[in-house]
């Protein structure tokens, strides 16, 4: 028996391995993990499959070291998935593996974590009752009584509650009226009483549509505009999948969206919800991925890795925000955890839902195509209205850091109603650049083709591409001037000025700076929802999925910058952002208003998006990329390669383009390159383009393929560092 390992490193194909006499061929079943020795040590490796022959000599087989376990940790199904996002991708099957699996079971620990210690009043303990503890002893009493409906509690909940707790837990289990036992890994959690909410026309329509294809695959776009109840349809959707004993896979863009869901979730469902992102310490991941591969518990709430959580039985799967660029993995194995998400759902036969208000004009085409379904929300859930959106012409006015004195006025009257303000500047820090006012002299970074941006709280000029930081200068480097001139707005020197104009209202700014402390991010948004802060400024964090019922007014800060972009999707995902943060504002019973402030009022992009809303400018963006031939009309392969040398890039590059060009294929496919980056230089490095499209996937995945085991073969691979970006999403 040959034996088909997958392992971390650049092999496109498993590596085959064979047995030890001695070890019981019977366990070795794809799914399970192995041992095996690799050059001079030893690696964790996946059995992805199990053949008869192997195009290496037999003899020079290494064999197995160690079966690490006894059951399979991927189903069939699962294990297939795996391997065509690896062949899609042309990612090496080890690293789509190793993605798949949490770090601890990478490193090769048992898959099985123990349970959390829990105690429960014993059977002796239910003979002892309250009065026989001390009428004075308040604690005890209160204690006990929690005791006394035979819930297991974990340390977790009795902190929650109660002060001093375990020397009488360790009291009365010592008098046998308490038990140690181990439950979940899981802490559990007070539910709550389920909040009730009584679905609309529209909601109900979405909700029946999806529970019709429950037992088979189906794909729907539920497009609803902001605040039409979005979240309420998923959860009638999974209580439906629930009742039939199956599960639901729920994908959301942002770790901080992430804790309030799952409190909502589990509310709503009074199940335990298991969370999975990268806010996590490894034992909370292994415990949530053991949990819903068990079917302890039936709903994942997660990031976009996610995805790949093998299931005891899924029955759904729902994407949130599915145009989010945060779902298209940027490093490493660069999937779209969208596109996995339908390709899951498809080889499991499940229904999936994409949701999104402004989504991406790839799942426009696929609902033209007839490949998705459309489910519309048209209305505010409730009362509420879609907030009036204009446009405010600011050429020639003298801001006021930034603000114009219509924005500023509106913030006045609506502050005065009592009501809160949102201020978007999608840009943190105090000023883009520093710059010296006699010499010109601008503060740069050293290994980036970019400014440093001056923090004025630390006094630091940061790089946000490369993290390089300094203590700003006090004087010039070039000039010894000592006067600097800040250009640029950015979150910080905002929240500066508006507290000096309204020093009686409390201002809450949130970006990365702010919310770096694990949890602050949450603490926040609840202050923001809560009504506590006046005025919120951030960005585009802010952006997504949030509810903050007092906003009336949002006003947006020098947007102009991403109206020109070498990115053809700029337009597409500024649009998406502008109705994103417009939908922050008017959701509850009182009506919202949205302020652009722009250079370029007559701009086609801004006045299509202000006066017929965001389908209608979809339309267009689709025309035009369709004339142009641009996804999704077309296909797009990305090659990056950077290196220290930029000679050494260029020659790998332009290497693969002469691979490339040697191959015929049945379909005319291009190549484009190599060219620079738009951002040549980062972190060091000199960063260069090829780029392959076509108007058939088919051929030019096959283009690829055809040459992909040369390009691992070049010597010049070797000098430089690069990868494969199928579909890409950002052209940086």
Known sequence: ???????????????????????????????????????????????????????????????????????????????????????????????????????????????????????????????????????????????????????????????????????????????????????????????????????????????????????????????????????????AMIESVLAQGKQALVLVPEIGLTPQTAQRFEAYLQQPVAALHSGLNDQERHCAWQLIRNGEVKVLLGTRSALFTPFANLGLCIIDEEHDLSFKQQEGFRYSARDLLVRRAQLSGVPVVLGSATPSLESLYNVEQGRYQRLSLKQRAGSAQMPSIRLLDIRGERLMEGVSALLKAAMETHLAAGNQVLLFLNRRGYAPVLMCHDCGWQASCPSCDANLTYHQARHELRCHHCGFSQKAPTHCPDCQ???????????????????????????????????????????????????????????????????????????????????????????????????????????????????????????????????????????????????????????QILIRAESFDPQHALDFLAQIKSLLLAIAVATPCEVWGPVSAPMERRQGRYRYHLLLQSDQRRSLQAWLSAVEADIYALPSASKVRWHLDIDPQMLN
């Open 481 to 635: 001037g000592k006067e600097f001139v800040n250009i640029g707005q950015g979150t910080e020197r905002l929240e500066g000025v508006i507290k000096s104009w309204f020093a009686d209202k409390s201002v809450l700014r949130i970006d990365r700076d702010t919310t770096r402390r694990k949890g602050s991010l949450a603490d926040k948004v609840e202050q923001a929802r809560s009504g506590e802060a006046d005025i919120l400024i951030g960005t585009q964090m802010l952006a997504k999925g949030h509810h903050f019922p007092k906003v009336t007014l949002v006003g947006l800060i020098d947007l102009d910058q991403g109206l020109f972009s070498v990115d053809f999707r700029a337009s597409e995902r500024m649009a998406q952002l502008i109705i994103q943060v417009a939908g922050r504002a008017g959701r509850a019973e009182r009506k919202g208003e949205v302020l652009i402030q722009t250079h370029h009022p007559e701009h086609p992009l801004l006045r299509t998006l202000v006066a017929q809303g965001y389908q209608a400018f979809a339309r267009q963006a689709l025309a035009e990329r369709k004339a142009t031939q641009l996804p999704p009309y077309g296909f």
């Open 1 to 235: 028996m040959i034996i088909q390992v997958a392992l971390p490193g650049p092999f496109l194909i498993a590596l085959d391995y064979g047995v030890e006499p001695s070890m019981n061929t019977s366990d070795i079943k794809p799914g399970v993990r192995v041992r095996v020795p690799f050059r001079r040590q030893t690696k964790i490796g996946l059995v992805v499959g199990l053949k008869a022959d192997s195009d290496c000599d037999p003899k020079k087989l290494k064999n197995l070291l160690e079966l690490v376990d006894d059951q399979p940790l991927f189903s069939e199904n699962e294990l297939q998935f795996l391997r065509w996002a690896a062949q899609y991708y042309h990612e090496p099957i080890g690293e789509v593996v190793m993605a798949a699996l949490p770090k601890r079971l990478r490193a090769g620990e048992p898959s099985k974590l123990p349970g959390l210690v829990q105690w429960r009043r014993s059977i002796k303990g239910r003979n002892i009752e309250l009065e026989q503890l001390a009428k004075n002893a308040h604690k005890q009493r209160a204690l006990w009584q929690a005791f006394s409906n035979d819930q297991a509690w974990s340390s977790s909940q009795l902190n929650q509650q109660f002060e001093h707790w375990r020397p009488l837990v360790k009291r009365w289990i010592e008098q046998g009226w308490i038990d140690e036992l181990e439950g979940s890994c899981l802490a559990t959690t007070v539910f709550g009483t389920k909040p009730s909410h009584l679905l609309n026309p529209e909601q109900q329509t979405a909700v029946d549509e999806v529970v019709a294809k429950q037992d088979q695959f189906a794909a729907f776009l539920l497009q609803g505009v902001t605040g039409s109840g979005k979240t309420e349809v998923y959860l």
